[in-house]
């Protein structure tokens, strides 16, 4: 996959450190779903088990930063992006905007965050109103807020279409008249309506072709540009990752387990889960003209119900010691901005 848009260099998309006061700060969130709904449920499951899906994550986002978050499906990557903007509250741990700790915010100051903070969704048609046009529902997140004068409201949704990459007057169609890139701009476009400063983009551009998605990248680049956002990026797909993000963080069953800056860590992968990750990224052969097909990670990953003790990857780590299955490593600094958990690594 191609990009139109280069990363630049220094401050720029490889070079973000996350110095001084960070705009969003996570310490040890963990969420966990207790199992206790449901058939299945009362036949199968032990009385208090519970779904580990986020279990002390902690992450610092810089101003103006983009942070890749990636893993396999099912380690909590949507959890902790949805727990970030108050979808889901925690059941513990601390998240803290520009300094604040937003969990003890009363209603009326949750409502006035969330102009600050919005979401991109990975499916940009459910995540519209089938019933609504465009421009209704654009205008509904303007009223909501009170953003500005009810007769201002066309005007402003015509500014936001436009912003990304639309006409204005494709703003009296319904969702099901836009292909999927196009609604996928729409739903940027409802985020971008309240002036957000930080987005959680959940698998944005998973759904669309990969000619599309170069563009929807290319879209989320420039609007950090313009408008000097700060994304956390979700996704599977680490070639989207590597050119949109300035670090990277692996999750692994609840769990980060490396971050590094994205300029080294395709390079020069720590962890065991992370080497295997970089291997799977298809590889075109310039010889036989065919994609590079080697094995990635063996087994499946364990259920987020029964997580092994020690380290939580030792189950299908090919580098695994006896103390992985009895001690949990912590995330340990290797310095140049590179963090693993991992036995292998100093301080872990």
Known sequence: MRFAVEPSEGAGRNGVE?????????????????????????????????????????????????????????????????????????????????????????????????????????????????????????????????LCPENEIPARVGELLERVGLSAAMGDRYPRQFSGGQRQRIGIAR???????????????????????????????????????????????????????????????GKIVEIQPASTIFDEPLHPYTKALVRAIPKLDSALGARDTVAAIEGDPPSPIDIPTGCRFHPRCPYAMPICQTVEPPLADQGGGQTVACHLYPGS
Do not use: W
């Open 191 to 253: 985020a971008l309506a309240v002036d957000p400063v930080f987005i959680v983009a959940d698998e944005a551009v998973s759904a669309l072709d990969v000619s599309i998605q170069a563009q929807v990248i290319n879209l989320l680049m420039r609007l950090q540009e313009e408008m000097g956002l700060t994304f956390l990026f979700i996704a599977h797909n680490l070639g989207v990752v590597r050119h949109i993000s300035n670090r990277v963080a692996v999750m692994y069953l």
């Open 18 to 146: 996350a110095a001084g006061t960070p705009l969003v700060e996570a310490r040890d969130v963990v969420k966990h779903f207790p199992l206790t709904q449901g058939i299945v449920s009362r036949l199968q499951r032990r009385p208090g088990e519970v779904l580990k899906a986020v279990d002390g994550v902690s992450l610092v986002i810089a101003p103006g930063e983009t942070v890749g978050l990636v893993g396999e499906s099912g380690c909590g990557k949507t959890t902790f992006g949805r727990c970030l903007v108050r979808l889901y509250e925690p059941t513990s741990g601390e998240i803290r905007f520009r300094g604040e700790d937003v969990l003890t915010h009363d209603a009326a100051t949750t409502r006035r965050l969330r102009r600050s903070i919005q979401m991109i969704f990975q499916d940009p048609y459910s995540s519209l109103n089938p019933r609504k046009t465009v421009k209704a529902a654009l205008g509904e997140v303007l009223t909501v807020h009170r």
